[in-house]
T-cell receptor, first 116, second 119 residues
Framework: AQSVTQPDIHITVSEGASLELRCNYSYGATPYLFWYVQSPGQGLQLLLKYFSGDTLVQGIKGFEAEFKRSQSSFNLRKPSVHWSDAAEYFC??????????????FGTGTRLTIIP | GAVVSQHPSWVICKSGTSVKIECRSL??????MFWYRQFPKQSLMLMAT?????????EQGVEKDKFLINHASLTLSTLTVTSAHPEDSSFYIC???????????????FGNGTRLTVT
């Protein structure tokens, strides 16, 4: 069965500092990987996704993530955070056979706080 | 861009009553919509897949008679929580994608969620 681990429940960074949110997945075959952001009381917005090809993927809002098969990781990064980046971030994995059926497995999320 | 509208955004109901939540795709059509449940400070769990014109597909452990799903048109799916109890209090989120596009090229769009509180 597929699973996702986000080791950091809560991260606080200063505005302008760099950010890395960790995500480790467990899945036997090549996974489809996603990062979503959720603002308080709202739905999820897709930041970026990895299906195949270049292991460094670029997303919206200046985010990027790198797929590392050897480490079963898909960490999210941003070189300089803005106060508006404060939100909950979810990593998710999906098998190719489940894709389209939205059997996404989400991590427990990382809450990002930005301090001035 | 594509938008999924969810209504109501929050609802408080008494134990034993039923609550209906609507999920609409505003500028695209979706043969399937997905209902998730999110407990406080936890992740999202897929409850069921709503299929236009046919029965919903429920995930293991989700009570079909408790969570009634209807997908009457290509733009509307409803989730009815029947005989609600306090343990049903949660954040319910729907999602959908444009079925005219290949899944790999069509992002999943999420509604803003419905906060249900059962007293």
């Amino acid at each position: 069965a597929q699973s996702v681990t986000q080791p950091d429940i809560h991260i606080t960074v200063s505005e302008g500092a760099s950010l890395e949110l960790r995500c480790n997945y467990s899945y036997g075959a090549t996974p489809y990987l996603f990062w979503y952001v959720q603002s308080p009381g709202q739905g999820l917005q897709l930041l970026l996704k990895y299906f195949s090809g270049d292991t460094l993927v670029q997303g919206i809002k200046g985010f990027e993530a790198e797929f590392k098969r050897s480490q079963s990781s898909f960490n999210l990064r941003k070189p300089s955070v803005h106060w508006s980046d404060a939100a909950e971030y979810f990593c998710a994995v999906c098998s190719g056979t489940n894709f389209g059926n939205e059997k996404l497995t989400f991590g427990t999320g990382t809450r990002l706080t930005i301090i001035p | 861009g594509a938008v999924v509208s969810q209504h109501p955004s929050w609802v408080i109901c008494k134990s034993g009553t039923s609550v209906k939540i609507e999920c609409r795709s505003l500028d695209f059509q979706a043969t399937t919509m997905f209902w998730y449940r999110q407990f406080p400070k936890q992740s999202l769990m897929l409850m069921a897949t709503s299929n236009e014109g046919s029965k919903a597909t429920y995930e293991q452990g989700v009570e079909k008679d408790k969570f009634l799903i209807n997908h009457a048109s290509l733009t509307l799916s409803t989730l009815t929580v029947t005989s609600a109890h306090p343990e049903d209090s949660s954040f319910y989120i729907c999602s959908a994608r444009d079925h005219t596009k290949a899944a790999i090229n069509s992002p999943l769009h999420f509604g803003n969620g419905t906060r249900l509180t059962v007293t």
